[in-house]
């Protein structure tokens, strides 16, 4: 971890880093990485009906599946994946998904993408009931 300078005053930030080794894993064989991370979203792109998350891609993945808590008193109506080269932001495309995973009461929001590129920008956008 690396502290950096934040553009919010009194807020903190910094860089992660991890490293994994892999000497113990078969030539061809799978591996999953689980990445879980808790934020404040000051990233987030909010208005009042939705809320938009973007992440921007620097290598290739096979499969990324994203699970997002619905913020308390709030329940999402529906949401859409995009993505676009990240130099090119005005070309937006829609992105197959591929599972999503459905909770009763609107308040997560899953979905699974496979093939996702590198030198994109992926979004998630919902919108609110």
Request: with cysteine; charged share 30%.
């Amino acid at each position: 971890m690396r502290n950096v300078e934040s553009s919010v005053p009194g807020q903190k930030e910094c860089y992660w880093e991890a490293s994994y080794d892999f000497e113990k894993v078969p030539a061809g064989e799978f591996v999953d990485l689980i990445f879980e991370e808790l934020s404040p979203g000051q990233f987030l792109k909010r208005s009042e009906n939705s809320t938009t998350l973007s992440a921007e891609i620097h290598a290739d993945i096979a499969e990324v599946t994203r699970w997002i808590l619905i913020p308390k008193g709030r329940e999402y109506r529906s949401f859409r994946v995009a993505r676009y080269k990240t130099e090119e932001p005005d070309k937006l495309e829609p992105v197959r998904i591929v599972t999503e995973y459905l909770a009763e009461d609107y308040t997560i929001l899953a979905y699974k993408l496979l093939s996702v590129k590198a030198g994109y920008t992926y979004e998630v956008t919902w919108y609110y009931k």
